[in-house]
């Protein structure tokens, strides 16, 4: 699998930031995809900027292993990114992914920080949903209902 890099084209004059989004589905444009070698499995860290003035980011990390984050799944991110279908054996090249939309569903969790010695909310991307409902204007609608038979993603 070919990896090409790819750090987004943010202006290192713009202030973006991390703060807490409301739990919801918001419009996201993936901003950067990087590939890594991790201990147990390779992954992708991903850096999304939320719709419309994409000044607030989120990341995500898309582990590739069975347990955590299986094939499919990835599969199945790419088609939902992108709108066309990925079989076979092919090539990722991540500049073409890089300012694509995509749906997701952001809700809040609380861990604890070592380094504050506290505990501390963060947002994370629960799920990715069908591009074609995707506009720049769709931000922070209610989180609809899932169940385990009826999988978002």
């Not at 582990?63 to 991110?77: C, G, H, I, V, W």
Request: proline share 5%; with cysteine.
């Amino acid at each position: 699998m070919g990896i090409d890099l790819s750090f987004g084209q943010d202006d290192p004059g713009e202030n973006k930031t991390f703060d807490l989004l409301e739990d919801g589905i918001y419009t996201l444009r993936l901003e950067a995809m990087e590939y890594k070698e991790g201990a147990k499995a390779p992954y992708f860290n991903c850096t999304f900027s939320v719709a419309p003035e994409h000044k607030r980011l989120v990341w995500s990390i898309l582990t590739l292993s069975d347990k955590t984050f299986p094939r499919e799944q990835l599969q199945a991110f790419l088609e939902t990114l992108t709108g066309r279908e990925w079989r076979g054996n092919q090539t990722i090249e991540v500049n073409d992914l890089v300012g694509l939309l995509i749906n997701g569903v952001i809700t809040t969790e609380i861990y604890f920080s070592d380094k504050k010695n506290k505990d501390v909310e963060k947002n994370k991307i629960d799920a990715f949903l069908p591009a074609e409902d995707v506009s720049e204007n769709y931000q922070g609608v209610a989180l609809p209902e899932f169940s385990d038979a009826n999988p978002p993603f």
